[in-house]
């Protein structure tokens, strides 16, 4: 036999074994025999699955992933354990087994839409992550002093004048409202989000509270500063690092959501507040998370927020998306993205912003 001759079947046989292999890239959801749901997003490259896991108890990387036409395999640990789960691809569907404390349970999976969430209600509350004490102690920042006008290397994305920089998460033009040389949530259009992408950066931002805000906790004037929000990049609903925005003047919340917070997870070293009607100002460092070129963390994002001439997070490291309910995780490598504000929804009066320009480092 001619070496062309082996080639040629050699690439016959390759060319057959390709087209008998499974798609299973995407999105899967499912259900195991007990009702508990499950839901997969996965990428192949050669043999390597990688992916995220999406669970009722909580949502994470997926490890030791293998694919082999059409059968895969792959672990996922949470809290300690490590969970072993195995599948075969059956013409539309997945079936998948997973072994936990030698109990055996199995699910059949179906695609969904690269374009829809998963919809999976937690067993977790939000409550489970909300931390009341130590309080931080309440010093007064001082008077605000004025607007601090942005260097000659800045991006300025806004300067007074209108939300060119900004965009709704639909891609249409931002619809909150121009008041000034400041704009207010309009509450019920959603987030905004920057046209723009960033990486590292200094940040700084100026929010005010209404005088005659009302509410208590978080139902007042609350926000959020989503310093990288890859919920729309990844395809991964609220996944953001974001620090808190709300009236934490004499109002009395989980520290850990209160304003300065890195929201559930750090609270803030001082509530450096100014009374409501009074312009409050963060300037942010932010050093984006690093991954190894095979999609694991390298190193974690950190964050240091100065609020009101006050440091009340100093170079934190932030320990995944800042979830509102469920454990933070890092669910998939990823480059520069949008800085986002909050159109949170509570029933208080909405919130202001203005003088936002940040330097990239």
Do not use: C
């Not at 569907?93 to 199995?106: H, I, P, S, V």
């Amino acid at each position: 036999m001619t070496k062309k001759l082996v080639l040629l079947i050699a690439v016959i046989l390759f060319s057959v074994a390709v087209s008998m292999a499974a798609d299973i890239n995407g999105k899967w959801l499912g259900k195991f025999t007990d009702g508990v749901q499950i839901g997969l997003q996965l990428k192949t490259e050669v043999k390597k699955l990688t992916g995220t896991i999406y669970t009722q108890d909580g949502d994470g990387p997926i490890s030791n992933g293998k694919f082999t036409a059409t059968t895969f395999s792959f672990t996922y640990s949470m809290n300690g354990v490590t969970i072993p789960y195995a599948g075969t691809m059956t013409g539309d569907n997945m079936e998948l087994t997973m072994t936990d404390k030698g109990k055996e349970l199995k699910a059949t999976l179906s695609r969904i839409p690269d374009s829809e969430w998963f919809h999976i209600k937690a067993r977790m509350r939000p409550g489970m992550t909300e931390f009341w004490e130590p309080v931080p102690k309440v010093i007064d920042p001082g008077p605000y002093l004025g607007m601090v006008p942005p260097p000659s290397d800045a991006v300025v994305l806004f300067d007074g004048k209108d939300l060119s920089k900004w965009k709704s998460r639909d891609g249409s033009e931002a619809k909150w409202k121009m008041e000034g040389d400041a704009f207010t949530v309009v509450k019920g259009t959603g987030d905004i989000t920057t046209k723009q992408k960033f990486g590292d950066y200094q940040l700084h931002i100026e929010w005010k509270v209404p005088a005659d805000i009302q509410g208590q906790s978080q139902a007042r004037g609350n926000s959020g500063i989503f310093l990288q929000d890859l919920s729309d990049d990844l395809k991964v609903e609220g996944y953001w690092y974001e620090v808190q925005v709300m009236d934490s003047y004499k109002n009395a919340t989980y520290v850990n959501g209160q304003a300065g917070s890195i929201y559930k997870q750090n609270a803030p070293l001082a509530n450096a507040m100014r009374k409501p009607g009074e312009w409050n100002v963060y300037d942010i460092t932010y050093t984006a998370p690093r991954f190894k070129e095979d999609g694991t963390l390298f190193s974690p994002a950190r964050v240091s927020v100065i609020h009101n001439g006050v440091v009340v997070q100093n170079n934190f490291s932030i320990r995944g998306h800042t979830a509102y309910i469920g454990h933070p995780y890092y669910f998939a490598p990823h480059g520069k993205a949008p800085i986002s504000l909050q159109d949170h929804g509570d029933p208080s009066k909405a919130i202001s912003y203005r003088n936002i320009w940040l330097r990239e480092l």
